[in-house]
């Protein structure tokens, strides 16, 4: 199985959201989409997702799905706009109730906010298949950077999340409440595992030094053999490595709005008495 792949970059927060494609049926899931947010306003608006919406219409591309590799700190999601949309369903992996435990404490939020993952409509287990026209999907639990992170693999093409980057950018962080690098790194093995040929498509890229355009697609087979933190690195050394690295490292511009955001499947928290809903910025808690 081969699908096709259209990716949308979003350069304002370096993300890759991918429609992957059925081409014998059209039927299709959308893989980590973007809310465009200005944390400045606090407003935000659906030029990304329209610009998917309008793909999707003229190509008559039937979504069932839209797919969540994990809680993201770096951009909005924009799951609910195409649930209203479409009428899909969205999914992400089954411990992502771990993520809402961990910043529903964070953010002290309101009494009503449901721990157990029950904003999705699906939450995978490691090993669970999804089937989307033709296409079967293959979920594989790839925690590290978060606990609840998840790589989706369609026939030949694997969505790896923040599990890596472009080989000359190498791997992610894993500081985040729950991350941990050794963890990262067995998880990485698994996506290795795989046939060397497989498409593997990166949620994000930051254009490491010396490269000119911005690239999103490589393989299994180029990730071992040239991945700058992890080819021919072990264990120990990628912890090693990891953990130094992310100790210099400052927090994503966007995590306080996208964690409170997207641990709700992409809506904002409950309107307040005034009908406003408030995103919070707490103090000296990350």
């Known amino acids: 199985m081969s699908p096709d792949v259209k990716t949308f970059f979003d350069k304002a927060t370096f993300t890759a959201t991918h429609l992957v494609v059925d081409p014998d049926t059209k039927k299709a899931v959308i893989i980590d989409p973007v809310l465009d947010f200005d944390a400045a306003s606090g407003r935000s608006k659906t030029d990304s997702a329209d610009e998917i919406l309008d793909y999707v219409a003229a190509n008559k591309i039937d979504v069932l799905w839209v797919l969540e590799t994990h809680v993201h700190a770096d951009h909005l999601s924009g799951a609910i706009y195409f649930k209203e949309k479409l009428g899909c369903s969205i999914g992400i992996g089954d411990q992502v109730p771990v993520i809402q435990e961990t910043f529903g404490n964070v953010f002290n939020a309101e009494e009503t906010f449901r721990r157990d993952g029950s904003q999705f409509d699906a939450l995978f287990s490691d090993g669970q298949t999804l089937q989307v026209g033709s296409l079967e999907g293959k979920v594989l ?42 963890t990262l790194y067995r998880s990485i093995q698994k996506i290795f595992a795989l046939p060397a040929a497989t498409r593997l498509f990166m949620c994000h890229d930051y254009k490491a030094p010396g490269r000119d355009e911005f690239s999103w697609i490589t393989s299994v087979g180029e990730q071992r053999d040239k991945n700058i933190h992890l080819a021919d690195t072990s264990e120990e050394d990628f912890v090693k490595m990891r953990e130094t690295r992310d100790a210099t490292l400052n927090m994503p511009k966007l995590i306080l709005p996208a964690v409170q955001v997207n641990m709700r499947a992409g809506a904002f928290p409950p309107a307040e008495s005034n009908g406003t809903a408030y995103l919070k910025l707490p103090v000296d808690a990350l």
């Open 141 to 182: 639990h790839t925690p590290g950077h978060t606990p609840a992170c998840v790589t989706y693999v369609f026939g030949d093409a694997g969505f790896v999340g923040d599990t890596m980057f472009m080989p000359d950018y190498g791997s992610a962080r894993c500081d985040f409440p729950g991350g941990d690098a050794r």
